[in-house]
């Protein structure tokens, strides 16, 4: 089953490095990578590069930089992994240098429409 890993880290945390230095972030990529779970996953730009575009009830569309909802925390990157079951979804998000430091792994499966 296909599972996504949304990493996220808290607002205060500038480089969404979840406090994890680059090798333990490298690491955890080689062992999601050589584990034979990885299916994709991407790190986002900076905040600051966003757009966020809205569409109105008549369908104007409005278009501003950046989000700038009310949140404490910012979706830094994802994974999607294909394991068996939700226990081995979550042991992976554990292990995610993002789950620390304020951060937080949001896990999630993936639909699947035949």
């Known amino acids: 089953m296909k599972y996504m890993l949304l990493i996220n880290s808290s607002a205060d945390d500038t480089d969404n490095t979840g406090g994890?230095?680059?090798e333990e972030w490298m690491t955890y990529d080689k062992n999601v990578?050589?584990?034979?779970v990885y299916v994709s996953g991407h790190s986002l730009a900076d905040l600051?590069?966003?757009t966020t575009v809205r569409v109105g009830p008549s369908g104007?569309?409005?278009?501003t930089d950046g989000p700038f909802a009310e949140t404490r925390e910012i979706l830094g990157g994802y994974y999607v992994i294909d394991v068996p079951d939700l226990d081995v979804a979550l042991d992976w998000a554990a292990r995610c240098p993002g789950a620390r430091g304020g951060g937080s792994v949001v896990v999630r499966p993936v639909?699947?429409?035949d």
Do not use: Q
Request: avoid cysteine; hydrophobic fraction near 35%.
């Open 60 to 63: 104007e569309r409005t278009v």
């Open 48 to 50: 600051t590069t966003a």
């Open 33 to 36: 990578r050589e584990s034979g």
């Open 20 to 22: 994890a230095s680059f």
């Open 111 to 113: 639909a699947e429409f």
